[in-house]
C-alpha cells in the first residue's frame, strides 16, 4: 500500500515539473523532412525515419546503420513490415519526450530525453491481424556490430562470407566444409521471462574501427506482454543471411518454438515500454543498467489506455492432494478460462514465477483483471506429478494484495513402479540436454538404446529420439500378493517437445499398448531449430491391461519406426505406474 501511495505522489510531482519545465538546450527532437520522412533524436544520436525503415542512426558524425536496412517493425515474417503515416509529438513530461510513429495496425512510440543514447519504446495496438510473430528489430551496420551477445552465447557473429561458403541444408541453416553447422538458432535462448530476472541481449563492436567501442541492447524490465510461459523461447540476435546485416531482434510476439502461435489482440493492448539501449559495448554495463531499469518498472512517466498503473498482487499456497507441499511448482497466471497452452497464449498479458519449498507464489505488479492460475511441476520434490493446477475467475485489483490461501492439486494418485527424469516439462538431466542452444545435437543420440531400471542413471537417457530403433526400458517387477495376477498399469510419457515426421510404437513385453504418430502430434521446430532443452509439451497415458506385467523381468519399448533428420522426440520424463 506504502508504495502505491509513494508512486501517486511521485506521479503527481511529474506532472507538475512537466508544467513547470523550460525548453532546455539538447532537448528530444522530432523534426519532419517532408510527408513521409522524420528526423528524430537528441543531441547525442539521431535517426532518418522514413515510410518503413529507420536510416542513417548517426553519432558522432558515424551512422549506425549504414548499408545495412535499419529499423523497422512488422509481423508474419518480412511480408508484412509496417508503414508509418504520420509522426507527432504526443508528450512530454519532465524530460521524457514521447514520439509517435503512425501506421494502420498502430503506433510505435520512442521515448527521448536529452542525455540517453537511445530510447525507450513501445507499440500500442490498433488494427493487427492475427497473427503469430510480431517484431521489432535492427540491422545494423555490420562493420561496426561484429559481435552478439546473449544470455548463452557471447561471440562474433558468423560472417555473411562463412555462411555463404556453406551448403543450406534446412531453414536457414547450413553445413560448413568442415562438417559443422552454422544457423541463427544457435543464438535463441529462453526470454528471462520473470519479473525481477536481468534481461539485456544485443550486438556490440568496434565503431567503424575508431578503437571506441559501441553496444545496442534491448532490455526489457516489462516482462508481462511477451507472450508465454516460462518456457518461451525466441531468436534473439543474428547475421542476415541475405544481405550481411548484423540483426538485434526484439520477438515482443513470437512462434519459432510453439507449435500454434496465432493471437488476436485487443485495441489498446500495449507492448513495453522497453529499452533500446546503446552503450559502449560491454554487457557488464548493460547488466546494471538492466537491474536499474527492473527497480524502476512499472515506468512512473508511463501510462496506457489499460490502465499501466493499475496493479495488484497475488499470492496463494498449493498443496498437492497427497498432502505435499507444491514445491518449486512453475506457477503461471494468464488467460481466463484458457483454450490454449500455457505456451501458446499471447493475446494479453501474462505473470510467471515458481512457488517455494512450501508451495507458497506471489506475483506483483499485476495488472487489475481476471485470471486464471496454472501451476505445473517443475521437477525437484514433485517431478513425478503429472497432473496440472488451474483456478479460474482469479480476480486482481488495482493496488489491492489479494491473497488466495491454500489450494489443492489433484495428483494423479498412483504409486510409482520407476520414473525416468523428472516432470518439469524439459529434458533435464538427459545426456546432451541443456543449454546453449545448438544445431543437430540429437544426431549424437542413439538409434538402439537398453535403459536398465535400478542400474542405469537418468543422464544415460539421451534427450532426444529421431532415429530408427528401439529404445528399451529394461525392469523388474515385485512379485505380486500370491495368486493374483498383474494388476493393470499406466505407462506416462512427458514430451519436452516434438518436432514432426518421426513416429514410434510402444510396446509392454512385447505386446503394442499405443503409438506417437507424426499425424497426432502437433508438432514444434524445437528439435530442428537448435533447441536443446524444451519446445511444446506434451503428455500421453498408455494403459498396461491387467496381466500385461509379470514377475521378474519385463520391458517397455520406443520402437521408432519413422524418422526424419534432427526430427523426432524431446523427452521429459517416462514414468510407469500402477494404476
Ligand atoms: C522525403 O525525404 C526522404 C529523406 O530525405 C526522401 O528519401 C524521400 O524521397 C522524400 N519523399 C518525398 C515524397 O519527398
Ligand atoms: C545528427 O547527428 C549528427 C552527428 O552525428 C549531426 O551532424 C547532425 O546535425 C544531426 N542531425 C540533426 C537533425 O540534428
Ligand atoms: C566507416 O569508415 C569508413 C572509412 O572512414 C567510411 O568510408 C565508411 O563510410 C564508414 N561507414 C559507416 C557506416 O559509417
Ligand atoms: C508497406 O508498404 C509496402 C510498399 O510500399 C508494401 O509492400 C507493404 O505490404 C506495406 N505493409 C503493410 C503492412 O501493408
Ligand atoms: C557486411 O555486409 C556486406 C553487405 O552490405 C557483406 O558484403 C559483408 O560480407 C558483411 N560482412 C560480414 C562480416 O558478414
Ligand atoms: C569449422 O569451421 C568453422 C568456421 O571456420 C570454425 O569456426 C570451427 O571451429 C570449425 N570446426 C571444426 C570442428 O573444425
Ligand atoms: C529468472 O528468475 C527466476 C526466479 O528468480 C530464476 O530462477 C531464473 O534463473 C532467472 N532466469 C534468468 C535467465 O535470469
Ligand atoms: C490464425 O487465425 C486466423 C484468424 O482467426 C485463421 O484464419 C488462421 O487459419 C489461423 N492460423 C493458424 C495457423 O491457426
Ligand atoms: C475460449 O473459447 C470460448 C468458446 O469459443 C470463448 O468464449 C472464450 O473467450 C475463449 N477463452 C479465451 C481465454 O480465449
Ligand atoms: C538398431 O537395431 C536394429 C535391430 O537390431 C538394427 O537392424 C539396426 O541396424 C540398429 N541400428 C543402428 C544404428 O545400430
Ligand atoms: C495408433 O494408436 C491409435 C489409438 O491411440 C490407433 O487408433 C491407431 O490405429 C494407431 N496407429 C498405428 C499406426 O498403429
Not at 559481435?147 to 557473429?157: A, M, V, Y
Not at 544481405?243 to 500495449?270: C, E, R, W
Not at 512427458?494 to 514410434?504: E, H, P, R
Amino acid at each position: 500500500m506504502a508504495r502505491f501511495q509513494a508512486l501517486s505522489l511521485y506521479l503527481l510531482s511529474f506532472c507538475l515539473q512537466s508544467f513547470a519545465s523550460p525548453t532546455k538546450a539538447g532537448e528530444p527532437f522530432l523534426k519532419a523532412l517532408n510527408s513521409s520522412a522524420w528526423i528524430i533524436g537528441n543531441d547525442i544520436w539521431n535517426l532518418t525515419i522514413a515510410q518503413t525503415y529507420g536510416t542513417k542512426l548517426m553519432y558522432k558524425g558515424y551512422d549506425l546503420v549504414g548499408e545495412a536496412v535499419g529499423h523497422y517493425v512488422s509481423y508474419n515474417g518480412a511480408v508484412d513490415n509496417l508503414n508509418w503515416t504520420s509522426a507527432r509529438i504526443v508528450k512530454k513530461s519532465g524530460d521524457y519526450t514521447d514520439i509517435a510513429f503512425s501506421a494502420n495496425e498502430g503506433d510505435m512510440h520512442w521515448v527521448l530525453t536529452p542525455d540517453l543514447f537511445g530510447a525507450y519504446q513501445y507499440f500500442v495496438n490498433r488494427a493487427l491481424p492475427t497473427l503469430g510473430e510480431f517484431r521489432t528489430l535492427w540491422r545494423l551496420d555490420n562493420t561496426t556490430f561484429t559481435r552478439g551477445h546473449t544470455s548463452e552465447r557471447d561471440q562474433d557473429l558468423p560472417p555473411l562470407a562463412l555462411i555463404l561458403s556453406g551448403t543450406k541444408v534446412q531453414d536457414e541453416t547450413w553445413l560448413l566444409p568442415n562438417g559443422t553447422y552454422v544457423t541463427k538458432y544457435d543464438f535463441a535462448t529462453f526470454l528471462p521471462s520473470i519479473e525481477g530476472n536481468l534481461s539485456y541481449w544485443g550486438v556490440y563492436g568496434q565503431l567503424n574501427g575508431t578503437g571506441a567501442q559501441i553496444g545496442s541492447w534491448y532490455i526489457h524490465a516489462g516482462k508481462d506482454y511477451f507472450n508465454g510461459d516460462h518456457l518461451k523461447q525466441e531468436l534473439i540476435v543474428h547475421r542476415e543471411s541475405s544481405s550481411g546485416d548484423a540483426v538485434q531482434l526484439n520477438m515482443i510476439h513470437g512462434t519459432h518454438y510453439q507449435a500454434v502461435s496465432n493471437d488476436t489482440f485487443p485495441v489498446g493492448k500495449t507492448w513495453g515500454p522497453w529499452l533500446w539501449y546503446v552503450n559502449d559495448g560491454s554487457a557488464s554495463d548493460a547488466a546494471p543498467r538492466a537491474q536499474q531499469e527492473n527497480k524502476d518498472w512499472p515506468y512512473a512517466w508511463f501510462q496506457d489506455s489499460y490502465g499501466y498503473h493499475s496493479r495488484g498482487s497475488l499470492s496463494g499456497r498449493v498443496v498437492l492432494s497427497d498432502g505435499r507441499a507444491a514445491t518449486g511448482a512453475a506457477v503461471f497466471l494468464g488467460d481466463n478460462h484458457p483454450n490454449k497452452t500455457a505456451l501458446d497464449q499471447g493475446s494479453w498479458y501474462y505473470y510467471r514465477t515458481y512457488a517455494d519449498s512450501n508451495g507458497n507464489f506471489e506475483f506483483n505488479n499485476v495488472r487489475e483483471g481476471m485470471w486464471g492460475l496454472q501451476a505445473w511441476a517443475d521437477g525437484g520434490k514433485i517431478g513425478d506429478v503429472t497432473t496440472s493446477f488451474l483456478r479460474n475467475d482469479v480476480s486482481v485489483a488495482k493496488n489491492k494484495q489479494t491473497k488466495l490461501g491454500t489450494m489443492t492439486w489433484k495428483t494423479q494418485g498412483r504409486k510409482k513402479i520407476w520414473q525416468i527424469g523428472q516432470i518439469d516439462r524439459k529434458a533435464t538431466d538427459f545426456e546432451y540436454s541443456g543449454p546453449p542452444h545448438q544445431h543437430a545435437r540429437v544426431v549424437k543420440c542413439p538409434a538402439n538404446f537398453t535403459y536398465t531400471v535400478g542400474k542405469s542413471t537418468t543422464d544415460d537417457w539421451c534427450f532426444g529420439q529421431s532415429d530408427i530403433g528401439k529404445w528399451t526400458v529394461s525392469f523388474d517387477v515385485p512379485p505380486f500378493p500370491s495368486g493374483s495376477s498383474s494388476p493393470a498399469a499406466v505407462l506416462s510419457v512427458s514430451l519436452a517437445g516434438y518436432s514432426s515426421g518421426v513416429s514410434s510404437n510402444i510396446l509392454a513385453n512385447n505386446v503394442m499398448i499405443g503409438n506417437l504418430t507424426s499425424e497426432d502430434i502437433l508438432s514444434d521446430p524445437c528439435l530442428y531449430r537448435s533447441g536443446t532443452l524444451a519446445g511444446e509439451w506434451h503428455y500421453y497415458e498408455f494403459e498396461l491391461p491387467a496381466g500385461t506385467l509379470k514377475k521378474g523381468s519385463n520391458t517397455v519399448d520406443f520402437q521408432c519406426t519413422r524418422t526424419t533428420l534432427w526430427h523426432g522426440f524431446m523427452w521429459d520424463s517416462v514414468m510407469l505406474e500402477w494404476k
